[in-house]
């Protein structure tokens, strides 16, 4: 497997190193004649080296560039990244899940990698893998394996209940994700097990995150707050803190992707937080979202319309820009909003929640104010 991969990329040019979230930017004449190097045989450039050396300190003076580094063209598009349900399956039953019906089924190794070439092709450089649990998916070992070799840096968001595994460990070793994204559901087994409907989970994941710590991966914790474990929130804090690994807490629970309202009821009212006002995002333009069936949305909560990947190639793509803007008019239960040019939610949230009939004070300023009067 390479050592580094170089791409353009909006309208700079990077050396990534696989599995590093660190990365060098280099003006377009060094990236072509890098690219001239690797195509002509060639040792890499001195300046590469010692760039290399100073930030990852490997050494790779006098290495012949052509499988050393991995020269990814340009997409069509200004895609950079995407992310991938590889399996909506999960061995976990959360009380605040917004998948809903979780079912275990999408496209067989065949379809992934057909995916994961239109990925490719796309232009993609940062895949995040998800699920449901992504690591349960028989496939995962393959398809992630699949991803490094086309030259993406893939980050796993997981629920950790597999990485005190062996086999799964030595996989994530060998060829490190760029960001190990964990979900921590309490800071005791008693309420762990409890939001995730599984006894025995938290010793499970206990035993994999310090292995997987131990084993030096870029490790980020998602603490989710819920009714449930909100009084532990501290303490998994605390847990976060003395591992010394970066967190972030997710406390606002939105309704199901079906626009249902089972997550709600978990909802901890003293952690339910005011987000920012929604001032734009790029979805379907610089990034895109792929669920099991490699059917193309402009992210996770505004899955439709979709393309099919696998039909339409990447050529299916170039119509996601115009989805992208139609699903951000301000319509349905949004149509002639006074407060929209200061809304908290997108149109697509704002679209579940309606759906689901959430309590408006959960996500419109409408039911903001009302709750503050
Ligand atoms: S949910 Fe809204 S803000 Fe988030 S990525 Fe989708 S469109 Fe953008
Ligand atoms: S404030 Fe409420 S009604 Fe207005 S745009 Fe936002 S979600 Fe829609």
């Known amino acids: 497997m390479h050592d580094l991969i170089t791409s353009p990329f909006q309208g700079d040019h990077l050396v990534l190193r696989p599995g590093s979230p660190k990365g060098l930017k280099i003006p377009r004449v060094k990236f072509v004649q890098l690219k001239a190097a690797v195509s002509g045989g060639e040792a890499i450039p001195a300046w590469l080296a010692d760039a290399v050396n100073r930030s990852w300190g490997i050494d790779l003076t006098g290495r012949c560039a052509a499988g050393t580094v991995l020269v990814r063209e340009p997409g069509p598009y200004e895609f950079s990244r995407a992310t991938w349900e590889i399996n909506l399956g999960c061995d976990y039953d959360c009380v605040m899940c917004y998948l809903g019906e979780k079912r275990f089924e999408g496209l067989d190794m065949t379809g992934k990698r057909r995916l994961l070439e239109v990925m490719a092709a796309a232009g993609v450089i940062w895949l995040q893998m998800t699920g ?27 629920n950790g209940s597999r990485l005190h595994k062996d086999h799964v460990l030595a996989l994530l070793v060998e060829l490190p994700p760029s960001k190990m994204s964990l979900s921590v559901y309490g800071a005791t087994a008693d309420t762990y097990d409890t939001v995730t409907g599984n006894r025995g989970a938290f010793e499970r994941f206990t035993a994999g995150l310090e292995k997987a710590a131990s084993a030096g991966l870029h490790l980020d914790l998602s603490l989710i707050i819920t009714r449930q474990n909100a009084h532990e929130a501290e303490a998994m804090r605390a847990w976060a803190k003395r591992l010394a690994l970066p967190f972030r807490e997710y406390a606002n629970l939105s309704p199901t992707i079906h626009g249902t309202a089972e997550p709600l009821p978990s909802q901890s009212p003293e952690h339910l937080t005011h987000r920012a006002p929604f001032t734009g995002c790029p979805a379907g333009v610089t990034f895109f979202h792929a669920d099991p069936f490699g059917r193309a949305s402009i992210c996770k909560v505004g899955r439709r319309p979709n393309i099919d990947l696998i039909a339409e190639g990447v050529e299916g793509l170039a119509r996601l820009g115009g989805i992208a803007g139609s699903l951000m008019l301000r319509t349905g239960g949004c149509t002639g909003c006074q407060l929209s040019d200061s809304c908290r939610v997108c149109r697509p949230m704002a679209k579940v929640f309606q759906e689901a009939k959430a309590p408006l004070h959960h996500y419109c300023q409408h039911g903001m104010r009302e709750a503050t009067r």
């Not at 449901?132 to 997981?158: C, K, N, T, W």
């Open 132 to 158: 449901g649990e992504p690591l349960i998916d028989p496939d995962f070992p393959g398809a992630y394996r699949f991803a490094h070799e086309l030259g993406m840096q893939v980050e796993v968001l997981s």
